[in-house]
């Protein structure tokens, strides 16, 4: 199964998306739940219209799954709710002050930075797929 990126955007008001495989699919949702419905949907309806007109669908839209990238400002913006800074800072190792920074997109992480906030919250995840109640 093929991974297909889709970049996902935080505004004050709604989630947006796009596909950069696909130019022009592109969707919207007042939550994250349904933006990723919107742009299932955007996405087939996309593919369709590609075979109706005869263009050429690209290979890895045979057997795929889409995986949602954030920005570092808008995934932060995102788990605002869930995870405080320190909790972050515990998780990542990066200071509150810098996390600061990033959620309010006065500055963007570089790529090292952004791979430790990935990682941290990946491992976050795994081991709360092991816990059992």
């Given at each position: 199964?093929?991974?297909v990126?889709?970049?996902?955007?935080?505004?004050?008001?709604?989630?947006?998306?796009y596909?950069?495989?696909?130019?022009?699919?592109?969707?919207?949702?007042?939550?994250?739940?349904e933006?990723?419905k919107?742009?299932?949907?955007a996405?087939?309806?996309?593919?369709?219209?590609?075979?109706?007109?005869?263009?050429?669908?690209?290979n890895?839209?045979?057997?795929?799954?889409?995986?949602?990238?954030?920005?570092?400002?808008?995934?932060?913006?995102?788990y605002?709710?869930?995870?405080?800074?320190?909790?972050?800072?515990?998780?990542?190792?990066?200071?509150?002050?810098?996390?600061?920074?990033?959620?309010?997109?006065?500055?963007?992480?570089?790529?090292?930075?952004?791979?430790k906030?990935?990682?941290?919250?990946?491992?976050?995840?795994k081991?709360?797929?092991?816990?059992?109640?």
């Open positions: 199964m093929e991974k990126i889709v970049t996902v955007e935080l505004t004050e008001n709604n989630y947006s998306a596909l950069e495989m696909l130019p022009g699919c592109v969707s919207t949702g007042k939550t994250f739940e933006l990723k919107n742009i299932r949907e996405v087939s309806f996309h593919l369709d219209g590609m075979s109706e007109d005869g263009d050429e669908i690209p890895v839209f045979n057997d795929y799954e889409l995986v949602f990238k954030f920005d570092p400002e808008s995934l932060l913006m995102h605002r709710g869930i995870f405080t800074n320190s909790a972050l800072k515990r998780l990542t190792g990066i200071n509150d002050r810098q996390l600061q920074r990033y959620a309010s997109g006065k500055t963007k992480p570089k790529p090292a930075q952004s791979e906030i990935t990682k941290a919250l990946h491992n976050l995840g081991e709360l797929l092991v816990v059992e109640l």
